[in-house]
């Protein structure tokens, strides 16, 4: 009999939309619930068609997504199951988000190791995505601190995976796109800090060398990003804000933060986003910022989650939705073809409204799959307009292939089944350690695969 | 209302100080789990009973965790109303004293199948009203005998009026917040309150990520909402509140309108 605290959690449903950050595409799934370590893998009794864990859905594009299958859903899975003050090290089960951990731990003088630009994403997504922060020029990726996890496979057998034990499974989980199996706990190693405050500076620059000349100044500084400006041509191209900041090493009190408020309310309509408003928000932004240089004392929530303020800020993309086009490209070829790259944007009209770019360090992960490569990644998010979008992505993922670079999978819905496996070469060699019975609409889609299941 | 005062370190001045001890039955479930968080932060000291042992230890380790200052567990079927006496001994012993009892356990059966098996129906009724009876039996008197203590129980919007869709559950419910009252009647005036809990729909973090489920009680709310309640010793608490105006209504439809309504 089912309990009847819990039954709010819903028994199995079909045809529920689980929808990703993009809200491109959307696929009807049946969800099931993972409320503890030990539902999985007795829940999938009697089901077909396949199974993937999520976690937020915050990805952009397919990788938390499967088509027709079942979608296990981590979120119930919130335990804080030890913390070590000593070390650092917090052992929590996988379905615990980074907000969920940041209230816990920044009261008790501790932050994460690598923070991605929301703070409501899942720890089992953080690793599954190998995700990077503005630190991984010095600290690599959230992978490189994950010392030790649980993963359960769908014929029942767990194994404890660390650098020690399990080692092919260790690297095969983390980037490994859910996969490999559920992870069902992780011990994150948490780094000590004083103060929630930031020491920030925020410099304007103009053009890609001046930003690789502060990239180069600035390495020494834990934390760098820099937005900028993909709407303006001739001699404001490639213009932009460089931002950058360390904790601030003087003690504060470290108060725990306080509740999101605004959500924003309804789908924007279509024509709300098109090249004219957004030129106009870049142009705002950047001179937002009116000197430039500014050095401020800023607190880490706006410093790192800048738009987790407005729960729900895909909504402004309207009912189409969104996608992400994320690159890496190594130094070699990086100031070229990221020029290369904005232009094209441009040259497109199709408007992007938030553009990041940042250096990649060459601090290992430890994850075969991972994104991140030494050299320069570039984040450009465009609402979605089917005839055109697609065929822009394609060019752009055939340039970035030109110059030797790749996409993030947790960015993606566009890229072709030649485009990854180019991307990732290693994807055969990762497949063996792939669970018989858990697949994605990506790997779907970037293997041509529909596994036996 | 009970005549104590209406802040939460009442509860602490009621014989002794320190922090919280609180017992609580049916700790895996959703709303204790959330609820407990909460007293966990405050550093309460806790003993924990569920059915599932290694569900039970997860909560333990993550209340721990969070702060509570001491945490027991007890691995036992409530069903088995035979153990509940060595039980709660056990647990008050283990504790040294308590100050809240928390009853969050408790099943929603399966209508149609109660409609046709009356096992099924009596099994419904023994979890969540006899075994219930026999815990606040034992507890009410444990309270009575100190002239402290607040007993607090998740009832349900559910037993305010039978309806066609789950009436056992409801029924078994409704007997249960009947029961409340008149225990609320009598060791009222020993220095003893109890809390008749009644939510609606929750939604847990898991179905947070599903389209509909705004419509829901976010779970911590409604967790901050009982132990609000429990620190202020009030008698009945609707959560989220909205639903004792709806229920107001329900409950005034006339009974030959109300049977012909699909409900
Ligand atoms: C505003 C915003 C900013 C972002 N900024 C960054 C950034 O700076 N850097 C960056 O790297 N990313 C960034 N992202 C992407 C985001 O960090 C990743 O997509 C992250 O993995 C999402 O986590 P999630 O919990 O939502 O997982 P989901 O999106 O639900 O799932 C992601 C993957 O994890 C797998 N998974 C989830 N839980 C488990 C589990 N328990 N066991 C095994 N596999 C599991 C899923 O199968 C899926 O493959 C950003 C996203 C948004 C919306």
């Not at chain 1, 979608?71 to 907000?99: N, P, Y």
């Not at chain 2, 929750?202 to 509909?212: E, L, P």
Request: charged share 20%.
């Amino acid at each position: 009999m089912p309990e009847t605290n819990s039954v709010q959690a819903p028994t199995p449903t079909l045809e529920v939309p689980f929808e990703s950050w993009g809200r491109y595409p959307t696929y009807p799934a049946r969800m099931i619930p993972l409320n503890w370590q030990t539902d999985f893998p007795a829940a999938l009794a009697g089901l077909h068609n396949g199974a993937l864990p999520v976690g937020m859905g915050r990805s952009y594009g397919d990788v938390c997504l499967l088509k027709g299958g079942n979608l296990l859903l981590t979120t119930g899975m919130d335990r804080l199951l030890h913390f070590d003050t000593e070390t650092g090290i917090l052992t929590a089960e996988a379905g615990v988000t980074l907000a969920q951990i940041l209230d816990f731990a920044v009261p008790r003088g501790f932050f994460l190791p690598v923070t991605p630009g929301t703070k409501y994403v899942t720890l089992g997504g953080a690793i599954a995505n190998d995700i990077h922060g503005k630190n991984h020029h010095v600290a690599g990726t959230f992978g490189a601190h994950v010392t030790e996890f649980e993963l359960v496979r769908s014929d029942g057998s767990r194994r404890i995976c660390s650098p020690t034990e399990n080692l092919d499974f260790y690297a095969a989980t983390i980037g490994g796109l859910g996969l490999t199996g559920v992870i069902t706990w992780a011990k994150l190693r948490m780094k000590p800090i004083v103060s929630r405050g930031i020491d920030y500076e925020g410099i304007q620059f103009h053009g890609i060398d001046e930003f690789l000349d502060l990239t180069r100044q600035s390495e020494h500084i834990e934390y760098t990003v820099s937005w900028i400006d993909c709407a303006s041509t001739g001699k404001n191209f490639a213009r932009g804000v460089f931002m950058q900041g360390d904790h601030s090493k003087v003690p504060a009190e470290l108060k725990p933060s306080p509740e999101p408020k605004l959500v924003f309310p309804f789908d924007a309509p279509g024509f709300a986003l098109n090249h004219a408003t957004v030129s106009l928000f870049n142009t705002a932004f950047f001179h937002k910022q009116l000197k430039p240089r500014v050095v401020a004392l800023q607190d880490y929530e706006p410093f790192f989650y800048p738009l987790d303020k407005v729960l729900h800020w895909n909504r402004m993309y309207g009912k189409n939705g969104l996608l992400q086009f994320q690159y890496a490209i190594p130094w070699e070829s990086a100031r070229e073809g990221t020029i290369a790259i904005l232009q094209e944007v441009a040259k497109s009209g199709l408007a992007s409204f938030l553009a990041v770019l940042k250096a990649f360090g060459d601090v290992p992960s430890p994850g075969m799959m991972s994104f991140p490569q030494p050299g320069i990644t570039l984040a450009l998010d465009f609402p979605i307009k089917a005839d055109k979008s697609f065929p822009l992505f394609e060019r752009l993922a055939d340039m970035t292939r030109d110059f030797g670079g790749k996409l993030y999978p947790a960015k993606d819905a566009a890229m072709t089944a030649a485009q990854y496996q180019t991307f990732y070469p290693q994807w055969e060699q990762f497949a063996r350690y792939r669970d018989p019975m858990l697949t994605s609409s990506f790997w779907e889609r970037v293997t041509g695969d529909r596994p036996t299941l | 209302m009970s005549t104590s005062p209406a802040t939460s370190s009442s509860l602490q001045t009621a014989g002794h100080s320190g922090p919280k001890k609180i017992l609580v039955l049916g700790a895996t479930s959703g709303i204790a789990e959330a609820t407990c968080r909460i007293w966990a932060k405050q550093g309460a000291r806790l003993f924990l009973v569920a059915r599932n042992a290694d569900k039970l230890a997860a909560v333990a380790a993550d209340l721990k965790t969070r702060g509570a200052s001491y945490v027991d567990t007890a691995a036992v079927d409530l069903d088995d109303t035979a153990q509940h006496p060595a039980l709660l001994a056990h647990a008050v012993n283990s504790l040294t004293g308590m100050d809240v009892a928390y009853l969050a356990h408790g099943v929603l059966g399966d209508q149609p199948r109660a409609e046709q098996e009356f096992a099924h129906a009596a099994q419904i009724l023994h979890t969540n009203f006899v075994a219930p009876v026999s815990l606040l039996t034992w507890l009410s008197n444990y309270c009575v005998q100190r002239h402290a203590g607040v007993l607090a129980v998740i009832s349900s919007v559910a037993g305010d009026r039978g309806r066609k869709s789950n009436y056992l559950y409801g029924s078994s419910k409704a007997g249960l917040s009947a029961f409340l009252g008149g225990l609320r009647n009598r060791v009222d005036r020993e220095g003893v309150t109890v809390l008749t809990i009644k939510p609606g729909p929750v939604r847990t973090a898991m179905t947070s990520a599903m389209k509909g489920s705004e419509k829901f009680a976010d779970v911590n709310k409604v967790a901050q909402s009982i132990a609000a309640a429990i620190d202020k010793r009030k008698d009945t608490l609707y959560v989220p509140f909205q639903w004792q105006p709806i229920l107001f209504v329900i409950r005034n439809i006339p009974e030959r309108v109300f049977k012909k309504l699909n409900l």
